[in-house]
T-cell receptor
Framework: RKEVEQDPGPFNVPEGATVAFNCTYS??????FFWYRQDCRKEPKLLMS???SGNEDGRFTAQLNRASQYISLLIRDSKLSDSATYLC????????????FGDGTTLTVKP | EPEVTQTPSHQVTQMGQEVILRCVPI?????FYWYRQILGQKVEFLVS????????KSEIFDDQFSVERPDGSNFTLKIRSTKLEDSAMYFC?????????????????FGPGTRLTVL
């Protein structure tokens, strides 16, 4: 079983759509969780950390369910500029430590 | 906003040659990392570095690899004798550690990467 598993995608949605990405992780001792976005041939850019209480940043909402070892990212009112690969990232430590990346889910938002 | 920088952006080398990839982490960050991404594959952890020593390394990070922080700003990855399979994008990352705001201390910020091509 992969350490971090994401929806395989790709997702192709029209502008204005709501899209949700799912991610599961295998190690129940994992401590910190993130969503990154990666544009083609660019570096991963931090989108948001994910907290147990859930958190929102504008059109983006992240949820964490520790019991199910499940992380989600919801994008509302999607824009053309949201087209990218979304990476689910898990870290075993609360403070520093290596990040384990999922394979990523590619989103294309079309006009 | 402070950024991680990396040089060169693209390095082409012959198999068996040594390469040094350079990174300047964000200035007040305490933890430094190297990751790599082979084309079409996921980002993989190589090594983490804290307080002038390696804190963790993956099985990819064998004796051909080494890291160094030669001064107060640079963080380097050396590959002693490159192989064809070392061709990848190499990303440096840093995070602030415990001194950062609550919940932010484990956020890792990535540099733009060095594309290494081994011929």
């Amino acid at each position: 079983r992969k350490e971090v598993e994401q929806d395989p995608g790709p997702f192709n949605v029209p502008e204005g759509a709501t899209v949700a990405f799912n991610c599961t992780y295998s190690n129940s001792a994992s401590q910190s969780f993130f969503w990154y976005r990666q544009d083609c041939r660019k570096e991963p850019k931090l989108l948001m950390s994910v907290y147990s209480s859930g958190n929102e940043d504008g059109r983006f909402t992240a949820q964490l369910n520790r019991a199910s070892q499940y992380i989600s990212l919801l994008i509302r009112d999607s824009k053309l500029s949201d087209s990218a690969t979304y990476l689910c990232v898990v870290n075993m430590r609360a403070n520093a430590g290596k990040s384990t990346f999922g394979d990523g889910t590619t989103l294309t938002v079309k006009p | 906003e402070p950024e991680v920088t990396q040089t060169p952006s693209h390095q082409v080398t012959q198999m068996g040659q040594e390469v040094i990839l350079r990174c300047v982490p964000i200035s007040n960050h305490l933890y430094f990392y190297w990751y790599r991404q082979i084309l079409g594959q996921k980002v993989e952890f190589l090594v983490s570095f804290y307080n002038n020593e390696i804190s963790e390394k993956s099985e990819i990070f064998d004796d051909q690899f080494s890291v160094e922080r030669p001064d107060g700003s640079n963080f380097t990855l050396k590959i002693r004798s490159t192989k064809l399979e070392d061709s990848a994008m190499y990303f440096c990352a840093s995070n602030p550690g415990q001194g950062a705001a609550s919940g932010r201390h484990n956020e890792q910020f990535f540099g733009p990467g060095t594309r290494l091509t081994v011929l």
